[in-house]
């Protein structure tokens, strides 16, 4: 299957420590989202690429966030000094911008699950 | 900021009762997204409505978009254990993403 896939899908890491994340979306897809959620709530929207160029951030991503995508394929997340509140589950999603239909549809991936101890 | 609230929070029924799920805003959306959401796992995309007044229908789940497109609901018709899960709406405002509800847990108890 040729889903979205991030890995890892679990993360544990001590406060200060830098983390990075990958996500692989559907071949072709051409827009690539990283959203964050934490438990209880839904996703929030952090940033989101057409090909290579990342397009829009959120007031959510700090500058100890960054995220690339240098080939328009593959995505990586990395968050620099974690912090106890960064323990979130991190979500990719993936869309085929100006398919047939009004509403370019996002499949997202499974998730990574980060614990910042 | 848009902001999507969902009612109940929080459901528990048992297996073939009926059920309303309720996403509320004070923005105006192009688009409104329902997800179904499992432990462990991404959100699920169930449909999308566009049209004021639309209604969709998914076997036993009906959506629909209110008139003035700040609005939806969810229907199951007589849910079943497999309905189980967080039911996540989410509005697009045409700047390519989504704002997300808070999220409904619905538990169905065989």
């Known amino acids: 299957d040729t889903g979205v896939s991030q890995d890892p899908r679990h993360k544990i890491t001590k406060r200060g420590q830098n983390v990075t994340f990958r996500c692989d979306p559907i071949s072709e897809h051409n827009r690539l989202y990283w959203y964050r959620q934490t438990l209880g709530q839904g996703p929030e929207f952090l940033t989101y690429f057409q090909n290579e160029a990342q397009l829009e951030k959120s007031r959510l991503l700090s500058d100890r966030f960054s995220a690339e995508r240098p080939k328009g394929s593959f995505s990586t997340l990395e968050i620099q000094r974690t912090e106890q509140g960064d323990s979130a589950m991190y979500l990719c999603a993936s869309s085929l911008a100006f398919s047939i239909g009004p509403v370019e549809t996002q499949y997202f991936g499974p998730g990574t699950r980060l614990l910042v101890l | 900021t848009q902001l999507l609230e969902q009612s109940p929070q929080f459901l528990s029924i048992q297996e073939g009762e009926n059920l309303t799920v309720y996403c509320n805003s004070s923005s105006v959306f192009s688009s409104l997204q329902w997800y179904r959401q499992e432990p462990g796992e991404g959100p699920v995309l169930l449909v999308t409505v ?56 619905l538990t169905v108890i065989p």
């Open chain 2, 50 to 105: 566009v049209t004021g007044g639309e209604v969709k229908k998914l076997k036993r789940l009906t959506f629909q978009f209110g008139d003035a497109r700040k609005d939806s609901s969810l229907h199951i018709t007589a849910a079943q254990p497999g309905d189980t899960g967080l039911y996540l709406c989410a509005g697009e405002t045409g700047a390519n993403n989504l704002f997300f509800g808070t999220g409904t847990r």
